[in-house]
């Protein structure tokens, strides 16, 4: 491996892709509303319901629809702090994951489809890197961006989640086991997902807007996570957690193996 | 004297039912600039994809730089520029930015990529626009620029495919001063292009691609001798004896046709083999003759003097 010309690969496609406004504005706006302004509504509802003097009966109604396990990890807490704890250590827990999904994804949509459309493949396939060069550094281009913006997108939250957990539940909720796991195993294990579902995309997308419609689909496994725990089917415990990411990495390395054997520039330069 | 830096042989490429490249056989000398003339579609691009391994022949093989561009692609990429048709530059990096991403993909000494990439910056007079977007360039300028790309890491062997298919004459010319400086350098150029002034201008020898099919190779001198037959003779004679002149030549067997154009008589589809019997008979019905001046026949003459052949052909 030649991590010289990965590199280069790398430096060139983050340099072109965040000049693209169709990527950057989702990987700044998503993490901000997850991260900022979700918890500071469940800090700030809660008050202005019991301040307008109205019961919670909406949220009670929620809480008693989870799983008897997760009720059980609410055990003996009053109706906001358990609301509180729900929110920002269960629900968030499948939306978290949205975030390197798709920071992977539309990275990768501009790089394998939108590289395509500006007509600069060409060029890269006649350079002396190898295939398995040229493939790692555009994954790499992806896969690394998208750890970084959950890493940081985790820091984040973890302060704002923190100031509404001491104000409702009267101490701090992160770090914690579940969540832990999540950032350095399912997060990268669903960015490694985002990124392989995209090679098949880009296969035969022809714009990277059609690559990011079609590449946008990928979340609706999350989607159903969320309704599925919301619901009362499953939640977020370690087992879960641990397991999620076990099906994620297994489901990217078939994606990539299978990505893999189409990704040749011999077959890439066909279908310029 | 050494061996050829391209030969191919039987070179085949089909897409679907299309024959994009049949049955190529040729050698390319090292050190020359070798012309690859043909219409649109004719299988010049696909040519160069297969030269340098970025695309599977359906039969037959190359060698290029002694290397087989399929099994060592990456050790001959190393040594071949490309000029790809479309300049395929990223518009949204900078001048300088494009060149030394690609300096470090062809693996540039690293303490030399700096100077590399200032010194083709003036060479290609692009220094003053080096840190603006690609994107705002004119199209020569673009060229110029995908042209320097195509030599940071001074390779031996240029692909070059049509170069100045959409420049303006002057940037065109600009662009055949370049290549022109590079052959000096002692690289190979292969250059597709169906412009045949150019190829005359810059090629030592040319091949003329119809469908996918070779169906000339030479210089374009030896071409000319070869392939056309109906040569244009221009003759200057003293004034007051053009219409007795003109009553000869048009009884001549060898000659075509003859008319006065601009002071001269000029007969056409005249054969080679033919034009000494013109000047006898002219001096036998005692005109005086100034000057004879044969027009060589140019590329353009080949091209369409193939063309038509192959045309007939059934
Ligand atoms: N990837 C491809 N898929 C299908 N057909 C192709 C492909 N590439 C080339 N062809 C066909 O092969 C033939 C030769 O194409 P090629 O691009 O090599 O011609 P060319 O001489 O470079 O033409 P031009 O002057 O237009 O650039 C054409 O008929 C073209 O349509
Ligand atoms: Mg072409």
Request: net charge neutral.
């Amino acid at each position: 491996m030649n991590w010289r010309a990965i590199w280069a690969i790398m430096r060139k496609d983050l340099r072109v892709v965040l000049q693209n406004k169709g990527v950057v504005l989702p990987i700044i706006l998503v993490p901000v509303i997850l991260f900022v302004v979700l918890p500071l509504l469940v800090l700030w509802l809660p008050m202005a319901t019991s301040s307008a003097g109205a019961d919670n009966g909406d949220l009670q109604e929620l809480l008693s629809m989870v799983s008897p396990g997760l009720r059980a990890q609410l055990e003996g807490l009053d109706t906001n702090a358990a609301g509180a704890v729900f929110f920002l250590v269960y629900m968030l827990a499948p939306l978290f994951l949205i975030v390197p999904l798709m920071v992977a994804n539309v990275i990768a949509a501009d790089s394998f489809v939108g590289e395509k459309e500006r007509k600069t493949l060409e060029a890269l396939l006649y350079t002396p890197t190898t295939d398995g060069e040229l493939l790692t550094g555009k994954l790499l281009s992806a896969w690394l961006p998208a750890l970084a913006v959950s890493l940081l997108g985790y820091a984040l939250y973890s302060i704002t989640a923190n100031l509404a957990a001491v104000q409702l539940v009267g101490k701090p909720l992160f770090p914690n086991l579940i969540w832990t796991v999540m950032v350095v195993w399912v997060a990268p294990a669903a960015a490694a997902f985002g990124l392989t579902s995209m090679i098949l995309v880009s296969t035969r997308a022809k714009t990277f807007q059609d690559a990011y419609q079609t590449g946008s689909l990928v979340v609706l496994p999350m989607v159903v996570l969320l309704l599925a725990q919301t619901t009362g089917v499953i939640y977020f415990n370690i087992w879960l957690t641990l397991a999620l990411g076990l099906v994620l990495w297994i489901v990217s390395l078939a994606l990539l193996y299978y990505g893999k054997r189409t990704f040749h520039r011999t077959e890439l330069i066909a279908r310029l | 004297m050494s061996d050829p830096i391209i030969a191919a042989s039987g070179l085949t490429r089909r897409f679907g039912d299309t024959l994009a490249v049949a049955e190529l056989t040729l050698e390319v000398r090292r050190g020359e600039v070798f012309g690859f003339l043909g219409h649109n579609g004719a299988g010049k691009t696909t040519t160069v994809r297969l030269l340098n391994g970025v695309l599977t022949p359906s039969a037959g093989q190359a060698r290029v730089l002694g290397l087989d561009p399929m099994a060592d692609g990456p050790a001959l990429r190393r040594q071949t520029g490309v000029l790809t048709e479309t300049p395929s530059l990223d518009e949204r990096l900078s001048a300088r930015l494009n060149l030394s991403l690609y300096a470090d993909l062809y693996g540039v000494p690293k303490g030399e990529v700096k100077p590399r990439v200032e010194a083709l910056l003036k060479t290609f007079e692009l220094a003053e626009r080096a840190d603006d977007k690609v994107g705002a360039f004119s199209k020569g300028m673009k060229q110029r620029l995908a042209l320097a790309r195509t030599v940071v890491h001074q390779p031996v062997l240029l692909f070059l495919d049509e170069p100045t298919a959409a420049l303006d004459p002057v940037a065109a010319r600009q662009v055949h001063e370049m290549i022109l400086h590079t052959a000096r350098e002692g690289r190979t150029v292969f250059m597709n292009t169906h412009n045949l002034v150019e190829a005359q201008r810059l090629c030592d020898r040319v091949a003329v691609m119809e469908h996918g099919r070779l169906v000339a190779i030479g210089s374009p001198h030896d071409l000319a001798r070869r392939l056309v037959r109906n040569l244009t003779v221009e003759f200057e004679l003293a004034p007051d004896s053009t219409a007795q002149a003109l009553q000869v030549l048009q009884q001549a067997p060898g000659a075509a046709s003859a008319g006065p154009r601009n002071g001269v008589i000029v007969v056409s589809g005249a054969e080679r083999a033919a034009i000494p019997d013109l000047i006898a008979l002219l001096v036998g019905a005692g005109v005086p003759i100034y000057q004879v001046a044969p027009q060589e026949p140019t590329l353009e003459d080949v091209y369409f003097a193939l063309h038509s052949e192959t045309e007939v052909k059934p």
